[in-house]
């Protein structure tokens, strides 16, 4: 299930009163015969496993929060905190943390902005909270509308922690594709990719490899807390090891555009060395004839050639000098 937009079309399964309620964007019931959408957050008719996608820019949403028997003040509290920085807490049966993932707008799926997911999971209902829509919502509802099954809260942190996977792995996989493409350019001696293009591919795999680490953060947390329910520890530690070769994904990514960075700095490098050294060697051939046309350039008497024909000599006595200066440097290996 995922974020409905205006304008969006439903998926199939959906009926138009699905999204009603205070800030509910959508909710199914899981039974043991199937599943069916929740009409109000307080629904009493309900069956297993409940799931609850709510907008927190809608003040309902907040009051809702405030006012649930069910949740506790610390689980409030991260619901509803400003602080949109990844973390996690286990309080009772409730483990609750705050997930980044990437923000989606009304046509692009990838906006290139970080959102904050807000989680709470217990035996009987897990509520995922969010103030803009994010792309691991539409992985999520596309995954249970093609059949997926939610039995429990380890089932249901599995399945919100793979479309938060699956979206991101989507960007890594777009961004490797660029670096490979810059890289053929490159080799095949077309038009090299631009610093401005490498450093817009720097910068997005730069921040996905900073929501990975956190999420990677939250989830040791959540492994190394004695309080975790234990029907959540391996579900946990796989998400945790998911996300490591996620991270590993974009560091090699990282790596590859790293050297093709390397690459072009070094062929701009040799090609500064090369016109510096044709600079240096052009102006070692025109010192001697600039000397002597200096020489004849002065106002004394005495000067030679200064005949009818003195113009011809001293060119040609440049000129030697030059010829002179180039086989004293051919002769050296300056031409190699």
Not at 64 to 83: F, G, K, Q, V
Not at 172 to 191: K, M, N, P
Request: one cysteine or more; a negative charge; glycine letters at 10%.
């Amino acid at each position: 299930m995922g974020d409905i937009l205006p304008g969006d079309p439903r998926p199939a399964g959906i009926a138009p009163e699905f999204n009603v309620g205070p800030g509910l964007i959508w909710g199914l019931d899981f039974a043991v015969h199937g599943m069916r959408e929740v009409a109000s957050c307080d629904s009493a008719d309900r069956g297993v496993f409940r799931w609850l996608h709510l907008n927190l820019a809608d003040q309902g949403t907040r009051t809702w929060i405030e006012n649930a028997p069910a949740l506790s003040p610390a689980t409030r509290e991260l619901l509803l905190s400003p602080d949109s920085h990844q973390r996690a807490l286990v309080d009772g049966a409730a483990v609750c943390c705050i997930l980044h993932d990437l923000e989606r707008d009304f046509d692009v799926g990838d906006t290139a902005r970080v959102g904050a997911l807000r989680v709470m999971v217990m035996p009987d209902l897990i509520i995922t909270a969010r103030r803009h829509p994010l792309g691991s919502a539409d992985i999520v509802r596309q995954k249970i509308e093609g059949g997926a099954r939610i039995v429990g809260p380890a089932s249901a942190l599995d399945l919100l922690a793979g479309g938060l996977s699956q979206n991101i792995d989507a960007v890594i996989r777009r961004l490797s594709a660029d670096v490979q493409a810059a890289e053929d350019t490159f080799l095949e001696g077309h038009r090299p990719p631009t610093s401005q293009q490498l450093l817009g591919i720097r910068r997005r795999l730069a921040q996905i490899h900073r929501m990975l680490d956190g999420t990677q953060r939250v989830f040791r947390r959540l492994e190394q807390d004695d309080d975790l329910p234990d029907n959540l520890h391996a579900t946990v530690e796989k998400l945790s090891q998911r996300m490591q070769g996620l991270d590993a994904d974009a560091l090699a990514v990282q790596g590859q555009l790293r050297l093709l960075r390397d690459e072009l700095d070094l062929q701009q490098d040799q090609r500064t060395n090369q016109n510096l050294y044709l600079l240096s060697v052009m102006t070692a051939l025109l010192l001697p004839a600039t000397l002597v046309t200096g020489l004849f350039g002065m106002n004394t008497g005495g000067l030679p050639f200064t005949g009818a024909h003195g113009t011809l000599a001293a060119t040609l006595v440049a000129g030697g000098t030059a010829l002179a200066t180039y086989l004293f440097l051919r002769s050296k290996g300056f031409f190699r």
